[in-house]
């Protein structure tokens, strides 16, 4: 399990705004609170204990709910993400390609594990899933750009562009 | 409609897309600009083309050019040779597809040659995005068929009669699926389409979403049709957000076309569908938990029966199928029960898709007759192992499945031959390993996707497969026991016999497959403390080989650990005690004077 968040949670007036109309669409659907969880997780980039009080209370359901669905699903994060989010992928075709190396040496080089995010809030890495590039295998992503067929060689080079950007 | 002289078919796949074909849209656009002739020449967007390893993929018709690993600076090239001279150009094809200097029609190429395309038939043929491509393809002519010409029991009875057995895995066949819900009172129904492809190494239904959505649509409007349910809904995974956004274009404009809605072709049937989006939960890959995600709750499963066919959906009757199985229909009710039987073997009729990813040359999507072998599939379609290296094992089935070792490659591949040799179709991911693989990690591997995936309902699969997993965990260490290995074995037998749903019933079968047929690795494991491929850390040394050792001490400034040491210009040394085996020194050694043994 990942480390509990420390970073303190900031929203502002905008973000909640936002929530509370994604709220009122969604009031009257039936099965909405997933669908409301996957926006408010795109509004403030994932889903504290702040965030998931609002919605229990916006959509008139215990808290408890609330935090039983988001911590069930993975996709639903109550650590904040770096602002450059790496995602290796493990998938089956990924890890018989040594996805695992590129995991370590991330690991090793931002001294982070996995579901971690760095102290200054620069990276996060996740080990994901498979994400389909199987063509690409072993493949990472930062944020929306892919990067394939890679070994642990290349963790270096494609960190330090982001590290010294 | 303009007439154009020319195509322009760039593969938009997730695979390409990963590879950048995004870019090469539009600088097509901008060279074709260039040169005047953006009007004569269409660039189309298209699905998955299937040979995902040589992407990014651009297709140039009347030609039939077929272009792999297209980078933006080739773009002006193929413009300025291609489209403006007329020359096609020969260094940027892919090589399979010339043969004495012509291009022969890619059904010719060992990879497409074997292949008889159903599911994906306009997958890479169409623009996902336009429906009328789709429409002028003969879509929405099964459904209007079955809307004006048929009977709800009449559309049941073709499909009973096709055999059409469910591509998620299970073989379930989906005519009798349909019947049950179709005998169920009148009231609300609904009708599900499980797109929730959790299996790593599997993009089958991906690529028929991001390729071909409308056939889904149509196929689901086709089941809404027989079984008397007005609401369908696609439950789809997150992680997917090209087919998320090419599924909503897709019912947007069937409902603008009234395909979707109220009163479809004129007749009294209405349909709507509606997208509910996963979020990174395996289980809800299963049928019962899926509806209790599509609820709003934690996709827990619940026991059948009552089967979903009965009580589903808020309590109402509701079928579930896959993806592939869906895009079967529309051919199906086009073109008859006989051709559809004739496809296949005898149990299992059609064809499968299968995701062929790992050791493999050609990785990608292809879609086989059931009954290929899967000698075929790997050595003919798949192109062999790269790098001279031998077949070990094909995994099939994902954390479900098990692994079809060598000797078995000749095996005809359907439904009932997977499982009597200990493996299961699956959804479809094949993943191929060579004589690197170890069999021992790989099982680990699988279970520790379940442990984590598992969601904790019942006992047998939150703790047994836990246990299961410390078992292989003190294997691939290095310090377990034979008394473990029978320990495993009654775990995976207890596990399959009393977890709640297939996730866990399952779960057992890649360390059982792998045991059936490498029992061997596991022993050499437990009693020599080897690992046979080389994989397993704990149980590997890293080494210098005296005589190739220059003394550089390259591999020593390499070492985060300081565990080598040595004079200058003789051989140095490992500290065993202090090796953590991160293998830096290895690829450090401009010698390979570094072995792992």
């Given at each position: 399990?990942?480390?509990?968040?420390t970073?303190?949670?900031?929203?502002?007036?905008?973000q909640k705004?936002?929530?509370?109309?994604v709220?009122?669409?969604h009031?009257?659907?039936?099965?909405?609170?997933?669908?409301?969880?996957h926006?408010?997780q795109?509004?403030?980039g994932?889903?504290?204990?702040e965030?998931?009080?609002?919605?229990?209370?916006?959509?008139?359901?215990?808290?408890?709910?609330?935090?039983?669905?988001?911590?069930?699903y993975?996709?639903?994060?109550?650590?904040p993400?770096?602002k450059?989010?790496?995602?290796?992928?493990?998938?089956?075709?990924?890890?018989?390609k040594?996805?695992?190396?590129?995991?370590?040496?991330?690991?090793?080089?931002l001294?982070?594990g996995?579901?971690?995010?760095?102290?200054?809030?620069?990276?996060?890495?996740?080990?994901?899933?498979?994400?389909?590039?199987?063509?690409?295998a072993p493949?990472?992503?930062?944020?929306d750009?892919?990067?394939?067929?890679?070994?642990?060689?290349?963790i270096d080079?494609?960190?330090?562009k982001?590290?010294?950007e | 409609?303009?007439?154009?002289?020319?195509?322009i078919?760039?593969?938009g796949?997730?695979?390409?897309?990963?590879?950048?074909?995004?870019k090469?849209?539009?600088?097509?656009e901008?060279?074709?600009?260039r040169?005047?002739?953006?009007d004569?020449?269409?660039?189309?967007?298209?699905?998955?083309?299937?040979?995902?390893?040589?992407?990014?993929i651009?297709?140039?018709y009347?030609?039939?050019?077929?272009y792999?690993?297209?980078?933006?600076?080739n773009?002006?090239e193929?413009v300025?040779?291609?489209?403006?001279k007329?020359?096609?150009?020969?260094?940027l094809?892919?090589?399979?597809?010339?043969?004495?200097?012509e291009?022969?029609?890619?059904?010719d190429?060992?990879?497409?040659k074997h292949?008889?395309?159903?599911?994906?038939?306009?997958?890479?043929?169409?623009?996902?995005?336009?429906?009328?491509?789709?429409?002028?393809?003969?879509g929405?002519?099964?459904?209007?068929?079955?809307?004006?010409?048929?009977?709800?029991?009449?559309?049941?009875d073709?499909?009973k009669?096709?055999?059409l057995?469910?591509?998620?895995?299970?073989?379930?066949?989906?005519?009798?699926?349909?019947?049950?819900?179709a005998?169920?009172?009148?009231?609300?129904?609904?009708?599900g389409?499980?797109?929730?492809?959790?299996?790593?190494?599997?993009?089958?239904?991906?690529s028929?979403?991001?390729?071909?959505p409308?056939?889904?649509?149509?196929a689901?409007?086709?089941a809404?049709?027989?079984?008397?349910?007005?609401?369908?809904?696609?439950?789809?995974?997150?992680?997917?957000p090209?087919?998320?956004?090419?599924?909503?274009?897709a019912i947007?404009?069937?409902?603008?076309?009234?395909l979707?809605?109220?009163?479809?072709f004129?007749?009294?049937?209405?349909?709507?569908?509606?997208?509910?989006l996963?979020?990174?939960?395996?289980?809800?890959?299963?049928?019962?938990?899926?509806?209790?995600?599509?609820?709003?709750?934690?996709?827990?499963?619940?026991?059948?029966?009552?089967f979903?066919?009965?009580?589903?959906l808020?309590?109402?009757p509701?079928i579930?199928?896959?993806?592939?199985t869906?895009?079967?229909?529309?051919q199906?009710?086009l073109?008859?029960?006989?051709?559809?039987?004739?496809?296949?073997?005898?149990?299992?009729h059609?064809t499968?898709v299968?995701?062929?990813?790992?050791k493999?040359?050609?990785?990608?999507?292809?879609?086989?007759?059931?009954?290929?072998?899967?000698?075929?599939?790997?050595?003919?379609?798949?192109?062999?192992i790269?790098?001279?290296?031998?077949?070990?094992?094909?995994?099939?089935?994902?954390?479900?499945?098990?692994?079809?070792?060598a000797s078995?490659?000749?095996?005809?591949?359907d439904?009932?031959?997977l499982?009597?040799i200990?493996?299961?179709?699956?959804?479809?991911?094949?993943?191929?390993?060579?004589?690197?693989?170890?069999?021992?990690?790989?099982a680990?591997?699988?279970?520790e996707?379940?442990?984590?995936?598992?969601?904790?309902?019942?006992?047998?699969?939150r703790?047994?497969?836990?246990?299961?997993?410390?078992?292989?965990?003190?294997?691939?260490d290095?310090k377990?026991?034979?008394?473990?290995?029978?320990?495993?074995?009654?775990?995976?037998?207890?596990?399959?016999?009393?977890?709640?749903c297939?996730l866990?019933?399952?779960?057992?079968?890649?360390?059982?497959?792998?045991?059936?047929?490498?029992?061997?690795?596991?022993?050499?494991h437990?009693?020599?403390?080897k690992?046979?491929?080389?994989?397993?850390?704990?149980?590997?040394?890293y080494k210098?080989?005296p005589?190739k050792?220059?003394?550089?001490?390259?591999?020593?400034?390499?070492?985060?650990?300081?565990?080598?040491s040595?004079?200058?210009?003789s051989?140095?040394?490992?500290d065993?005690?202090?090796?953590?085996?991160?293998?830096?020194?290895m690829?450090?050694?401009k010698?390979q004077?570094?072995v792992k043994?």
């Open positions: 399990m990942a480390k509990s968040s970073i303190p949670f900031a929203g502002t007036k905008e705004e936002k929530l509370d109309a709220i009122a669409k009031k009257d659907m039936e099965g909405g609170l997933i669908p409301v969880l926006q408010a795109e509004i403030y994932y889903l504290p204990i965030v998931q009080q609002m919605i229990a209370e916006g959509l008139n359901i215990p808290m408890a709910e609330v935090y039983g669905v988001v911590t069930f993975t996709q639903f994060s109550t650590n993400k770096g450059y989010k790496v995602a290796v992928c493990l998938g089956t075709a990924c890890y018989v040594g996805a695992q190396e590129l995991v370590d040496k991330i690991s090793q080089r001294n982070i996995v579901g971690e995010c760095t102290p200054d809030g620069k990276f996060s890495l996740d080990a994901t899933r498979c994400i389909g590039a199987c063509g690409l493949v990472l992503t930062v944020n750009d892919v990067y394939g067929r890679l070994t642990a060689k290349d080079g494609i960190l330090d982001y590290i010294n | 409609m303009n007439l154009v002289r020319a195509h078919l760039v593969c796949g997730t695979g390409c897309t990963s590879s950048g074909s995004e090469l849209i539009t600088e097509f901008t060279q074709l600009s040169v005047g002739m953006a004569e020449v269409k660039v189309v967007k298209t699905g998955c083309f299937g040979l995902c390893a040589l992407g990014p651009v297709i140039v009347p030609e039939g050019a077929f792999s690993r297209i980078t933006p600076e773009v002006k193929i300025d040779e291609h489209i403006v007329g020359r096609i150009v020969k260094h094809l892919y090589d399979e597809s010339v043969k004495d200097e291009i022969m029609p890619l059904n190429t060992n990879f497409y292949q008889m395309r159903i599911a994906l038939k306009n997958c890479g043929v169409i623009d996902p995005e336009n429906i009328d491509e789709y429409i002028a393809l003969d929405y002519k099964a459904l209007g068929k079955v809307l004006t010409e048929m009977t709800p029991e009449q559309v049941i073709i499909i009669q096709s055999g057995r469910g591509r998620g895995g299970g073989g379930f066949p989906t005519g009798l699926k349909w019947d049950f819900a005998k169920q009172p009148k009231g609300q129904k609904f009708v389409c499980n797109a929730d492809e959790g299996d790593p190494g599997a993009f089958m239904d991906r028929v979403l991001e390729g071909d409308h056939s889904v649509i149509e689901m409007a086709i809404g049709y027989a079984i008397g349910a007005d609401q369908g809904y696609i439950y789809i995974r997150a992680e997917y090209i087919a998320v956004n090419r599924l909503q274009i947007d404009q069937a409902k603008e076309y009234g979707l809605g109220k009163n479809i004129g007749t009294d049937f209405s349909f709507d569908l509606e997208i509910r996963g979020a990174g939960a395996f289980v809800c890959g299963e049928e019962t938990a899926l509806m209790t995600s599509i609820e709003g709750k934690r996709g827990e499963p619940r026991p059948r029966p009552p979903p066919a009965v009580k589903g808020w309590g109402k509701t579930l199928n896959n993806v592939e869906y895009a079967n229909i529309p199906i009710i073109n008859g029960v006989e051709w559809f039987n004739n496809i296949g073997t005898e149990k299992s059609g499968k299968f995701a062929l990813g790992g493999i040359k050609n990785t990608g999507l292809v879609e086989v007759p059931m009954g290929t072998t899967l000698r075929t599939i790997v050595e003919d379609i798949g192109g062999g790269p790098n001279g290296k031998k077949f070990k094992a094909a995994q099939t089935g994902g954390p479900s499945g098990g692994c079809i070792p078995l490659i000749d095996v005809e591949i439904y009932d031959s499982i009597s200990g493996s299961m179709m699956g959804s479809g991911g094949l993943i191929v390993m060579d004589e690197d693989s170890c069999m021992v990690d790989i680990k591997f699988f279970l996707f379940t442990v984590d995936e598992s969601c904790g309902k019942c006992a047998p699969c703790i047994g497969t836990r246990r299961m997993l410390e078992i292989l965990t003190k294997i691939t290095g377990a026991t034979m008394k473990d290995l029978d320990n495993l074995k009654l775990l995976a037998h207890s596990i399959k016999a009393s977890a709640l297939g866990g019933q399952t779960a057992p079968n890649p360390v059982l497959s792998t045991l059936q047929y490498f029992e061997d690795e596991y022993i050499a437990i009693v020599d403390k690992c046979p491929a080389g994989v397993c850390k704990n149980l590997l040394q210098i080989v005589e050792c220059i003394g550089c001490s390259l591999c020593a400034r390499q070492c985060p650990v300081n565990a080598i040595g004079e200058i210009k051989p140095f040394v490992i065993q005690s202090k090796c953590i085996k991160c293998g830096a020194c690829s450090a050694c010698k004077a570094i043994e």
